[in-house]
Each structure stands twice: as structure tokens, then as C-alpha cells.
């Protein structure tokens, strides 16, 4: 089973900044697209940021595009999620995984919660 580790989410006002991380395995790290996926109620899990293996080139989905930054760290095997001006429509558990990810639901992590809340 792979295992990756999300953290670094919590309460947050709105307006507010989290820096989200999460740890891969080389197997799952290693010269793959790496991706941050969110679940917002009624829907399916989608990735919302991705970043290429070289870590010089980013994608978003358009509801965080100039707000999130996504990262890599490929020495320590870290993808980091660096969220600005958080919105309540912004809380959900946080997931990291290849893009596109495995087809097997043992691949995901447990996720990171971010609450947005006054």
C-alpha cells in the first residue's frame, strides 16, 4: 500500500494563508506529475494543482488559480500546497497523489482537513 502523508491543515479565518505538505514515497514521487486534489460536497474528487516532475511547470483548476502555489521538493520528496485568501467554499479534505492518479483507491492518503471559518 502506498503511503502518502498529507499535513498542515486546521482552522482558518477567511482571508487566511495555509501551507499544506505532503510526503511521497520515490515510488510514487519520482519523475511523476504531482498533484493536490480536493472533495467539495456533492462532487468527485478533482485535482485543483498540479506540478511537472522538474518543478517548472504549474497547472490549476480556475477556482485557485492566484491563490494556491503548488511546489516540489524533489530531494525530500515533498509537494507543498501554499493557500492565500482562503474562502469558505475552500474547506474540504486536502489529498496529494500522482496526476493522474493510481486507479486504485488504496493509493490516496488520509488527507488534510482545512476548515474556513469566522
Known amino acids: 500500500q502506498v503511503q502518502l502523508v498529507e499535513s498542515g491543515g486546521g482552522l482558518v479565518q477567511p482571508g487566511g494563508s495555509l501551507r499544506l505538505s505532503c510526503a511521497a514515497p520515490?515510488?510514487?514521487?519520482?519523475?511523476?506529475?504531482m498533484g493536490w486534489y480536493r472533495k467539495l460536497p456533492g462532487k468527485e474528487r478533482l485535482w485543483i494543482a498540479r506540478v511537472h516532475p522538474d518543478g517548472d511547470m504549474a497547472m490549476y483548476q480556475d477556482s485557485v488559480k492566484d491563490r494556491f502555489t503548488i511546489s516540489r521538493d524533489n530531494v525530500r520528496r515533498t509537494v507543498t500546497l501554499q493557500m492565500t485568501n482562503l474562502t469558505h467554499e475552500d474547506t474540504t479534505v486536502y489529498y496529494c497523489?500522482?496526476?493522474?492518479?493510481?486507479?486504485?483507491?488504496?493509493?490516496w492518503g488520509q488527507g488534510t482537513q482545512v476548515t474556513v471559518s469566522s
Open positions: 497523489n500522482t496526476s493522474p492518479p493510481p486507479p486504485s483507491s488504496n493509493s
Open positions: 520515490s515510488s510514487v514521487f519520482d519523475g511523476n506529475v
